[in-house]
């Protein structure tokens, strides 16, 4: 099985991109982030053409997040939140999507951008991060065999060697930040793919040649249970998807499993 999460950044201007990604990788599930549609907008036609359905969660222009999945996969336990997920200015925006597939319960998130360090999207982001982690945390606690992923664009650089200049950075790499992210290996997940792919970026913005320059970041993650990351044989980050027309600012990162 192999699961990849993607920051598309529009799913209707980078519907071509996506499906020949799934075409080529032919991977069982990908979670996607900022598709910035509601779901009667999405593009369903051009994946079902290729044997995949799609799960969709938006509300507007912004945000968004989906599953796309091969069409002999029935998910499970649908949600379009977790456990008490945070609102901003009383809406609460669509950030996260869970289903189970095959056993495997996935969720495709989208963590805020704090903007800036004393901006109140700040505290949501940090707000956002700690109910997940502790959401997650109570499932791992009822069912420590539990095989969970939280995959997407955690908005998070955790180390210092996830940006290409420390002192370019103000946010994504503050304390607070790095320990609300710390708090998901304290409960017991495990970022398995930065073992098996140290040094990479998963994200280069579209200013300033930056992906000619390698001036990235890495803040897409894949975090497992213990569980499911003993059945991680694999993993890769599809830098190859930031080259072409239409690209998004961000690549997928894939695993495999047994």
């Known amino acids: 099985m192999q699961i990849a999460t993607w920051n598309v950044n529009s799913a209707r201007a ?8 799934l ?16 779901p009667d907008q999405f593009p369903y036609e051009p994946f079902e053409a290729i044997g995949y359905k799609v799960l969709a969660h938006g509300l507007n222009q912004w945000n968004g997040v989906a599953f796309a999945y091969r069409e002999d996969l029935v998910p499970e336990d649908i949600e379009t939140s977790f456990y008490q997920q945070p609102e901003f200015k009383d809406i609460q925006e669509a950030r996260a ?16 951008n704090g903007r800036e360090l004393d901006d109140p999207h700040m505290q949501y982001k940090l707000e956002f991060l700690d109910r997940l982690a502790a959401t997650t945390a109570e499932q791992l606690e009822m069912n420590p065999n539990l095989e969970i992923a939280l995959v997407g664009d955690f908005n998070v650089a955790p180390l ?19 320990e609300a992210f710390e708090a998901f290996e304290q409960i017991g997940l495990i970022d398995k793919v930065r073992e098996l ?4 970026y998963t994200y280069w913005d579209y200013k300033e040649l930056c992906f000619p320059k390698n001036n990235g970041m890495r803040i897409d993650f894949a975090l497992t249970s213990e569980a499911l990351t003993s ?8 830098r ?8 998004s600012d961000h690549v997928p990162v894939v695993l495999t499993l047994s």
């Open 14 to 21: 980078r519907q071509g991109r996506i499906v020949q990604f």
């Open 23 to 38: 075409q080529r990788t032919k991977v069982d599930v990908l979670a996607m982030q900022e598709i910035k549609c509601k």
């Open 97 to 112: 999507i869970g289903a189970t597939f095959s056993g495997v319960r996935i969720w495709s998130v989208y963590v805020p």
């Open 160 to 178: 210092d060697e996830d940006v290409y200049d420390l002192s370019m950075f103000e946010t994504h790499v503050s304390k607070p930040e790095r």
């Open 197 to 200: 792919v140290p040094n990479a």
């Open 231 to 238: 059945r991680i044989t694999a993993a890769t980050i599809e």
């Open 240 to 247: 190859e998807e930031r080259k072409g027309e239409l690209p």
